[in-house]
């Protein structure tokens, strides 16, 4: 099948995590059989962590600002999302 964007590329397909996914070399556009935009949606709710509320977090210790480690070049690794990884090609 033709890319609907490119018109003259043909699309891959890849197979994550029991999803079939069209997706463009070219253009890296992506495009879902019916169906699968819904379960991603699902799997992606099933594997969301609660979200966070600041007062769960100790506060900073004194003389520290939490972006102090941006300032030094390091900064946090975020684990990917479901739909990162799934769309990580």
């Known amino acids: 099948m033709l890319c609907p964007s490119c018109k003259d590329v043909n699309l891959s397909m890849t197979d994550r995590q029991g ?42 210790p004194r003389g ?3 972006d102090d480690h941006a300032h ?3 900064r946090p690794r975020h684990r990917k999302s479901l739909l990162g990884e799934l769309f990580d090609f």
């Open 64 to 66: 520290h600002h939490r």
């Open 19 to 60: 999803i079939e996914i069209d997706y463009c070399p070219s253009c890296r556009g992506i495009w879902l059989d019916r169906g699968e935009l819904d379960r991603l949606i699902e799997r992606a709710e099933r594997t969301a962590p609660a979200p966070a509320h600041k007062s769960d977090y100790p506060p900073p």
């Open 72 to 74: 030094h070049g390091h």
